[in-house]
Structures are given as structure tokens and as C-alpha cells.
């Protein structure tokens, strides 16, 4: 007879079956195939609800079964985080390549797959602060370029008036626009040597057409022509 009330009465043949389950079950559950343990007593319980220690041994197998699932998503994980780190070290490897080239672009884009993957590189922190560096010390070399240009370009300008009346060969109004650019402080190298050369020419040039007047001037003064000379001296 049955132990529980509720059990159901096995025909011969049903008991010989269940039976028959039940120790392949076991079998299985001692190999540790805990699926296939499951899985006979599964046939058993469609007979029965209750027979020997079959529902122990499923919640057992049950176990088992968690318990390898965990052994196999921590090696699972195990798998990533070693696949995670060798990516990253490879990645790394480039970044550093490309911070010592200066090839900011490409070491930023480096950083970004890097951080996906290991949100807290300290490695890349510190490449991050080598690259900002270069980027602010290029920025500085760019504006002080900026600025010299631009200053160059006021110079040049300062310099125009000057350099046309020479190039016109008013030589007068050349002398009055290079002085007035010479005196001026900060002046390129260059710059002050070519107004200093045209103001050069020019008093040279202007002497070169005034002194013969001059000289004509005073002969005629001296002649009594007063006139001429007064013409001349106007001149």
C-alpha cells in the first residue's frame, strides 16, 4: 500500500516501469547529468506524483544544475574580461603610438573605444593630459603666429606711405613718412633696414636736385638778379 493517502496505486506494470526510472534517474543524478536526471524523472511524475525520493532528487538535480550555470556564465565572464583586457591592451598600445606622434585625432578616437570597454583607464587619463597639453601649446603657437602676422601686416602698412612717395620719387614726402616709421618701437629687423635705406636714397636724391639749385640761387643773388634767385629759392 501507498505511504501517502493521495499516492496513487501502480498497476504491476506501471511499477515496474516507474522503477525502471527511477534508477536510471539516480544513475544520472550519481554522473551528475542532471538534465537527463530531470528529464526521466519528469516520465515518472507524469505516472506518479510521489515515489520514493524522486522529488529530493529533482530538487537536487535542480541544484546541480544552478550550480553549473553559475560555474559557466563566471567562466563566461572570465572569457570577456581576458578577451576585454587583451583588446585593451592593444588598443593602449596604439593610443601611446599615436600620443608620441602628435596624431591628436586619432589618439582621441582611441581613447573613446578604450573608455567603452574600461570606463576607468587610468592610462588613458594621464594620455588624455599629454594630449591636452600639445593641443593648448598649439593653440598658443597658432596665436603667437596670429599675432605676429598681424603685427607684421600693421607694420607693412605703416610702412606703405613712405615706400610710394619713394617709389614716386617724392622724395620730400618720402623723407617726412620713413622718419615718422622709424621712430616707432618694435620694429622687424627687416623693415627697418629697407625704410632706412630708402630714407638714405631719398636725402641723397633731394640733395642731388636742391643743392644745384641752391648753388644757381646764390650765384644769381650774388649777381644782383634778384629775381631769378627768388624763383629758384621758390623752387
Do not use: C, H
Amino acid at each position: 500500500k501507498p505511504t501517502n493517502p493521495k499516492q496513487k496505486i501502480l498497476t504491476p506494470e506501471e511499477k515496474e516501469y516507474v522503477e525502471g526510472q527511477y534508477l536510471l534517474a539516480k544513475q544520472y543524478f550519481n554522473e551528475s547529468k542532471y538534465s537527463e536526471t530531470i528529464m526521466e524523472l519528469d516520465k515518472i511524475f507524469a505516472i506518479t506524483p510521489d515515489y520514493k525520493k524522486a522529488r529530493q532528487i529533482k530538487a537536487l538535480a535542480k541544484e546541480g544544475l544552478d550550480r553549473i550555470a553559475r560555474l559557466l556564465e563566471e567562466e563566461r565572464k572570465e572569457k570577456e574580461r581576458k578577451e576585454r583586457e587583451a583588446k585593451v591592451k592593444a588598443l593602449l598600445t596604439d593610443a601611446k603610438d599615436a600620443v608620441s606622434k602628435n596624431q591628436t585625432g586619432r589618439a582621441e578616437n582611441l581613447f573613446k573605444e578604450i573608455l567603452k570597454l574600461d570606463p576607468e583607464n587610468f592610462e588613458v587619463t594621464q594620455l588624455k593630459l599629454q594630449v591636452d597639453a600639445y593641443k593648448k601649446e598649439q593653440e598658443r603657437i597658432a596665436l603667437e603666429k596670429a599675432q605676429k602676422e598681424a603685427e607684421r601686416k600693421r607694420q607693412l602698412q605703416e610702412l606703405s606711405p613712405g615706400k610710394t612717395f619713394y617709389l614716386s620719387k617724392e622724395w620730400y614726402k618720402a623723407i617726412l613718412k620713413l622718419q615718422d616709421f622709424l621712430r616707432a618701437d618694435g620694429l622687424d629687423e627687416d623693415l627697418i633696414r629697407e625704410a632706412s635705406d630708402m630714407l638714405d636714397k631719398s636725402k641723397e636724391n633731394l640733395n642731388a636736385v636742391v643743392n644745384p639749385l641752391i648753388g644757381k640761387a646764390r650765384s644769381l643773388k650774388e649777381g644782383q638778379d634778384l629775381k631769378g634767385a627768388y624763383e629758384l629759392y621758390l623752387e
